[in-house]
């Protein structure tokens, strides 16, 4: 045991939660299921795999760059730098308590391949010393604890804090050399990196953006100020624009449509938007539907924490944003950027055609005080020294965006621990190479996993690069190996911006986990109410937690990316303030002080909580027999998008047209989602072929919900109901909606011709059968075989 107690204190990672697992050494030799398995693998069938993603985003100090790019080019290209350093932090001491958990089970002789849960009772104690022959996971709980130390989160965050991390720097380029030597110290099976030549787009220092008044003759008057000319709108179209100006408040939709109908007109003018509700990319978007000329973002202290004791962002700070609508680099969509030059010359659709600029709120104030026309609704009335707030039109401006394109390259970096099942589950870039499961060249250390136990599945730590600029290091990695992905990964999980806060938790997540993050929360304790598991403080002001903590995948989550382009369930974890947002985030304040101020000292503990919900998680997802996937709320999913379609069947049977195919294939997947689990409970658990054969079946759920009739480089984010496109579930919802608001009212000439508004009845018919099709073929994929398929299609 002194072996045992020796790589214990080596181990720097994860405390599970109460519910007590018990390993038990199976006896025998495995020689015959093991060869069994290779048999199955020759048959096709793939095993799976884990992401476990970690985002490198942030601002390094102007100065430190490749001697041929300009020290401002990376001043402000990465604002997250705070969540950067909790997400390197967490990598570190996630990768090493999992390698600890690998190297005990692999050590102690009591320890064996099946894991099961056994019992509730923590009174069981197991001496240190003693040689029984089972281990309960309450003992390896309080063995982790001793080493997942706050003080250790903490001081690995400092340390982090005083490094450069941009995308494409110099700086970067050493940070990530370091990480992949902290990987390689923990003797992973592999460690490899992934570069990438993507356009990215910075300032230009001898040509700076400007803002300007303009007189009614047009010639340009005094220059406002933009206080920081380093932050700027990644993916801004460049040039001039010039118009009246126009209060919109956040800029969505519903606000450029309120505006229009209060006699105040967009089309042709440039745009003041608050920050917050939708993305940069949302707003940028919106104001292009709607003819504007360009677009202002700025921060309202309203949006903001007040008060004598709370941190406010200072008055003179702008706030940075890319505004491509859409993911990874936007020069090769749908390829991979290796190399630019083997694609066509194309563009994502979802580049804007007008520019945009952040300002700071001084400089929105000047704005707004030569606003003149109908006063803003109260909702729209901020807290910047100008009362009331008007929609306008005020005076003229001009803006001129001069960014410039580089070509840029970017490293993502990998860990891999190897399944002891499913060795080949380890995905990458080189995955043909890397997960062939030559182990003896990961050093001295692998003989602990070649002699031991591993986990069932592999394990991949990632490291992403350019996710400031819209999750582009993940989407090209993805764009690169979309065709072996879902037969090998289960699941992504991504901690980008995992720490904002401390008051409210929120998970944002494909429907397939939820039951599982359901069952985690009740076993990790509250960072801030003792005594009470972090599901209890959930639901203290709110009985349904999943109204409190569930969220759907946002697009500028690289978790998002994994969903709606490729297929594979993924969930992103983030601690926030109660009310108003964290007020530095994408901003030069966004530093390891202010965070660890506005969270009053927490900051350790909080990130401590998140380190253990996704130990816990992973270990689910990597012991496991069964996959925990619940392949069944999609049928929830459907039912509750049905409801907001069923007040509009009479006009649809008004017009000969029904929506009887949606609902026949909705009850086609329960019937099979539910006949599958019953071949589950029936079956012997202790048969691994079938069991295998079940997890393929429930791996694949979410990837049979990208839609196979629309094309990937056209539509990327395929999926009919996190994606985006004529093809998903919400389009359709909308498009039904217009029967009873078709006419020339909300959108502005432009958006009606772009987007075909107006109820069309060819339109819908092709989006009832992309819809019906996709889930009727997953209804078919759930069933199994061919011959095993019953239904009323």
Not at 410 to 438: A, L, T
Request: aromatic letters at 10%; proline letters at 7%; one cysteine or more.
């Amino acid at each position: 045991m002194e072996r045992l107690w020796g790589l214990l204190q080596r181990a720097q990672r994860l405390s599970p939660g109460p519910s007590q697992t018990i390993y038990k050494r199976v006896e025998g030799t495995q020689q015959g299921p093991l060869e069994e398995e290779e048999e199955d693998r020759e048959e096709g069938t793939e095993p799976p795999a884990h992401f476990f993603p970690m985002e490198l985003r942030g601002p390094e100090p102007l100065g430190s760059r490749p001697a041929r790019q300009n020290p401002r080019l990376w001043a402000a290209a990465g604002r997250r730098a705070t969540p950067y350093l909790v997400l390197t932090a967490l990598l570190i001491f996630t990768g090493a308590f999992l390698l600890g958990y690998v190297v005990f089970r692999g050590s102690c002789q009591a320890c064996g391949d099946d894991v099961m849960v056994v019992s509730e009772d923590m009174n069981h104690e197991l001496s240190p010393d003693s040689h029984q022959g089972t281990l309960y996971w309450s003992d390896l709980q309080a063995m982790f604890l001793r080493h997942l130390g706050e003080g250790r989160l903490e001081d690995t965050i400092r340390q982090t804090s005083l490094r450069e991390r941009v995308a494409g720097s110099a700086g970067m380029a050493a940070l990530v050399q370091d990480l992949r030597a902290v990987l390689l110290s923990q003797k992973l099976d592999h460690v490899w990196m992934d570069t990438h030549y993507v356009g990215l787009q910075f300032p230009d220092p001898a040509h700076p953006n400007a803002l300007h008044w303009v007189d009614a003759a047009g010639k340009h008057g005094e220059q406002l100020p933009l206080e920081d000319p380093d932050v700027y709108c990644p993916y801004s179209a460049t040039g001039n624009a010039t118009g009246e100006l126009v209060y919109a408040h956040y800029g969505r939709p519903e606000d450029l449509q309120d505006l229009r109908a209060r006699g105040v007109e967009p089309k042709g003018r440039l745009l003041l938007v608050r920050l917050g509700v939708i993305n940069f990319a949302q707003k940028v978007a919106s104001a292009q539907d709607f003819g504007a000329q360009g677009v202002l973002i700025y921060p309202d202290p309203a949006d903001f924490s007040q008060g004598p004791h709370k941190l406010s962002l200072s008055s003179h700070r702008a706030v940075y944003g890319h505004v491509h609508l859409g993911t990874g680099d936007p020069y090769t969509p749908g390829f991979p950027s290796f190399n630019q030059t083997q694609f066509p010359p194309v563009q994502s659709s979802g580049l804007p055609s007008i520019p945009a600029q952040p300002i700071s709120a001084d400089t929105a104030s000047l704005l707004l005080r030569k606003l003149e026309g109908p006063v803003a609704p109260q909702e729209w009335q901020g807290h910047l020294p100008v009362s009331p707030y008007r929609l306008g039109p005020g005076p003229g401006l001009h803006l001129g965006v001069n960014n410039r394109r580089a070509s840029t390259p970017i490293s993502n970096i990998f860990g891999c621990i190897e399944g002891r099942s499913e060795p080949e589950g380890c995905m990458g870039p080189r995955s043909s190479q890397v997960c062939r499961g030559d182990r003896h060249t990961a050093g001295a250390g692998a003989d602990l996993f070649l002699h031991g136990f591993r986990p069932r599945r592999s394990l991949l730590f990632i490291s992403w690069d350019g996710g400031d600029f819209g999750s582009v290091g993940s989407m090209e990695w993805l764009e690169g190996y979309l065709s072996v992905l879902h037969l090998k990964a289960v699941v992504y999980v991504s901690l980008d911006n995992a720490v904002l806060g401390d008051d409210k938790f929120h998970a944002k997540t494909s429907p397939l986990l939820i039951s599982l993050i359901e069952n985690i929360l009740k076993q990790v304790d509250s960072p801030n109410r003792s005594g009470q598991t972090l599901f209890e403080q959930v639901v203290f002001n709110n009985h349904s937690w999943e109204a409190e903590v569930i969220r759907p995948l946002p697009m500028d989550s690289s978790a998002y990316s994994f969903t709606a382009f490729a297929g594979v369930p993924a969930v992103e974890f983030s601690f926030m303030e109660d009310g108003p947002m964290y007020p530095f985030l994408h901003t030069k304040d966004d530093t390891y002080e202010n965070l660890h101020r506005v969270l009053r000292g927490r900051l350790p503990a909080v990130a401590q909580t998140v380190a253990q919900l996704a130990g816990q998680l992973l270990i689910r997802l990597s012991h496991d027999h069964l996959l925990p996937l619940d392949f069944g709320r999609y049928g929830d999913v459907v039912l509750r998008h049905i409801g907001s379609l069923n007040e509009f069947s009479g006009d649809l049977k008004a017009r000969g047209l029904t929506l009887q195919w949606v609902y026949s294939a909705r009850g086609d997947y329960i019937r099979a989602a539910e006949k599958l689990r019953k071949e589950i409970y029936s079956s012997e658990e202790s048969d691994e072929r079938l069991t295998r054969m079940y997890n393929v079946r429930i791996m694949r759920v979410e990837f049979y919900f990208l839609s196979q009739y629309v094309s990937a480089a056209d539509s990327p984010f395929r999926h009919i109901f996190l994606g985006r496109g004529d093809h998903t579930l919400g389009a359709l919802v909308d498009h039904v909606r217009l029967l009873r608001s078709s006419g020339p009212g909300a959108l502005g000439e432009e958006a009606q011709v772009a987007r075909g508004l107006g109820f069309q009845e060819s339109r819908f018919r092709r989006q009832l059968a992309l819809l019906t099709w996709t889930l009727q073929g997953a209804a078919n994929a759930l069933s199994g075989d061919v011959w095993n398929i019953d239904n009323n299609f």
